[in-house]
C-alpha cells in the first residue's frame, strides 16, 4: 500500500482558487495512477481527476476548465489547482492511488482535506 498525506484544504469564496497537495510515500513513477476523489455531506465518493503513469489526465465534467492536476516527480506528489471555485465543489477532498497488484487493482487513500466555497 501507497501512504498519502494531503494538504491545502480550507475555506476560500466563490470565484477563488485552492491548492491541494499530496504527498506519497513511494516513488510516483511507480504507481499505475494518481488522483482525487471528493464527498460532500450525505452525497457518496466520487471521481475527481486523475493522473495516470503515462501522463494521461481524466476529469469529470463539472471541473473541466477550472481544475488542473499535475505530478512533481521528484518529490513524490501531486496537486490539484482548483480555480474558479463554486459552492458546489464543497467537500473534503482524498487522494487516490491506484496500483496494479496480481492483476488487479488496489486503492490507497490519504486521510481527507476540507474545502469549503462559500461567501
Do not use: H
Not at 459552492?87 to 492483476?103: H, L
Request: net charge neutral; glycine share 12%; with cysteine.
Amino acid at each position: 500500500q501507497v501512504q498519502l498525506v494531503e494538504s491545502g484544504g480550507g475555506l476560500v469564496q466563490p470565484g477563488g482558487s485552492l491548492r491541494l497537495s499530496c504527498a506519497a510515500s513511494k516513488t510516483i513513477s511507480s504507481i499505475y495512477a494518481l488522483g482525487w476523489y471528493r464527498q460532500a455531506p450525505g452525497k457518496q465518493r466520487e471521481f475527481v481527476a486523475r493522473r495516470t503513469m503515462g501522463g494521461g489526465t481524466e476529469y469529470i465534467d463539472s471541473v473541466k476548465g477550472r481544475f488542473t492536476i499535475t505530478s512533481d516527480l521528484p518529490k513524490n506528489t501531486i496537486s490539484l489547482q482548483m480555480n474558479d471555485l463554486k459552492p458546489e465543489d464543497t467537500a473534503v477532498y482524498y487522494c487516490n492511488a491506484r496500483e496494479v497488484i496480481g492483476g488487479y487493482f488496489e486503492d490507497s487513500w490519504g486521510q481527507g482535506t476540507q474545502v469549503t466555497v462559500s461567501s
